[in-house]
Structure formats: structure tokens, C-alpha cells
């Protein structure tokens, strides 16, 4: 069993920047790949940004060069830099992890992230 939590959501304006954390705990194998998705209203989740244990990285096009994805395996904690928000990245994000990348068990309860324009 994974346990994931989510913080840093709120409300920032177009432009701005807010980092969000997902601290895990649990099985280690679990964690090895860890993601980041979001949903909007009347939207399907999507994947905005991967990364399994080792570093390698995967991220969406609607975000590529202004979120980062990073991990600190010491601490079974992912970040998520989110930087030039868009008032489009408005969305309920939640951390996401399993053994395989791609393929996520375990879920957070999600954090909202309202840009405003």
C-alpha cells in the first residue's frame, strides 16, 4: 500500500508560479514511477508530467518548458514547478504512482490550482 498527499495548490495570478509536493509513503516499489495529472472541469485527467526513480522525465506539450517535474528519493517526495500558469492549467492536480511508468495504482486526493486571469 502507497499513502500519497498532496500540497501547494491555490490561487495565482496568470503568469505566476506555485510548486506543488506529493509526499509518499509505503511500499518503495510502488513509488519507483511517480506522476503528476490533472483535471478540469467537465475534462478528463491527463497526464501533465512523469518521472521514475532513476530521473528520466516525461511531460505533456501544453507544459513542456514551464513545469518541472523532479524527485527527492530520500525524502519519497515529487515536486511539481509550475512556472508562466496559464489561466488553462486550472485543474484539480493529483499525484499518482505505481511500479511501471504509465501505469499508476495509487493516487493522492488532489490539490486545486486556480489560475486567474
Known amino acids: 500500500q502507497v499513502q500519497l498527499v498532496e500540497s501547494g495548490g491555490g490561487l495565482v495570478q496568470a503568469g505566476g508560479s506555485l510548486r506543488l509536493s506529493c509526499a509518499a509513503s509505503g511500499s518503495i516499489f510502488d513509488i519507483n514511477a511517480m506522476a503528476w495529472h490533472r483535471q478540469a472541469p467537465g475534462k478528463q485527467r491527463e497526464l501533465v508530467a512523469a518521472?521514475?526513480?532513476?530521473?528520466?522525465?516525461n511531460y505533456a506539450d501544453s507544459v513542456k518548458g514551464r513545469f518541472t517535474i523532479s524527485r527527492d528519493n530520500a525524502k519519497n517526495t515529487v515536486y511539481l514547478q509550475m512556472n508562466s500558469l496559464k489561466p488553462e492549467d486550472t485543474a484539480v492536480y493529483y499525484c499518482?504512482?505505481?511500479?511501471?511508468?504509465?501505469?499508476?495504482?495509487?493516487w493522492g486526493q488532489g490539490t486545486q490550482v486556480t489560475v486567474s486571469s
Open positions: 499518482a504512482s505505481g511500479l511501471i511508468p504509465l501505469k499508476y495504482h495509487y
Open positions: 518521472i521514475t526513480r532513476g530521473g528520466s522525465t
